[in-house]
């Protein structure tokens, strides 16, 4: 029944290591985003894609790689993970741009 | 960038008690929307606005479109203990633009029972 999933929940890693985060929704929708929450609880999006069309890829570095191999799917893979990674890792949806986005719980990723 | 401001940042107050929080922008928005984020879990929609003066109700919340449509408030009657989290309003440019939402800062709710 869960609407937009993650995993995994706590990923533990070492500076300079390459992990992965994936993100499946079954609502249906057709636009899926990622957003990063840091210590302070801002968010803020950084890529979002469409049909499986990347639309929204805001400054982030490019040692972030989304891939949506499906409308029902974003990965998000990060090479060369540093300390400023540390954050926690929001996948939503929405149907259609600019309408109703629903979060999955969240990847909690601590780079030591 | 663009910038919401949200306020207060954080709220204690006795539970029973009416709370009320905005959100300001320095630029229009098509689209407002109310979160709410409980520790360890993904903010969950509250409320959504697509209208300039637009008021609308979701049991004891109530959020508002400002007519300017630079800002937005959100309401709640008779605060209860399970009110406790963190409030976000978020703005769009609707479906003409990417779909991007814009967040504030959040406002924290603390509530004593």
């Known amino acids: 029944d869960t609407a937009v999933s993650q995993t995994p929940k706590y990923l533990v890693t070492q500076m300079g290591n390459d992990k992965s985060i994936k993100c499946e929704q079954n609502?249906?929708?057709?636009?899926m985003y990622w957003y990063k929450q840091d210590s302070k609880k801002f968010l803020k999006i950084m890529f979002s894609y469409n049909n499986k069309e990347l639309i929204i890829n805001e400054t982030v570095p490019n040692r972030f790689s989304p891939k949506s191999p499906d409308k029902a799917h974003l990965n998000l893979h990060i090479n060369s993970l540093e300390l400023g990674d540390s954050a926690v890792y929001f996948c939503?949806?929405?149907?259609?741009?600019?309408?109703?986005?629903?979060f999955g719980p969240g990847t909690r990723l601590t780079v030591l | 960038g663009q910038q919401l401001n949200q306020s207060p940042q954080s709220m204690f107050i006795q539970e029973g008690e009416d709370v009320s929080m905005n959100c300001t922008s320095s630029?229009?928005?098509?689209?407002w929307l109310w979160y709410k984020q409980d520790p360890g879990e993904g903010p969950v929609l509250l409320i959504a606005?697509?209208?300039?003066?637009e008021l609308t109700s979701n049991g004891r919340l109530t959020a508002q479109f400002g007519i300017t449509r630079k800002d937005s408030f959100l309401n709640i009657s008779a605060s209860i203990p399970s009110d406790v989290g963190i409030y976000f309003c978020a703005g769009s440019h609707g479906s003409s633009n990417t779909g991007k939402l814009i967040f504030g800062q959040g406002t924290t709710l603390q509530v004593k029972p």
């Open positions: 609502l249906g929708h057709d636009t």
């Open positions: 939503a949806s929405s149907q259609g741009r600019g309408n109703e986005q629903f």
């Open positions: 606005l697509y209208k300039a003066g």
């Open positions: 630029s229009i928005f098509n689209t």
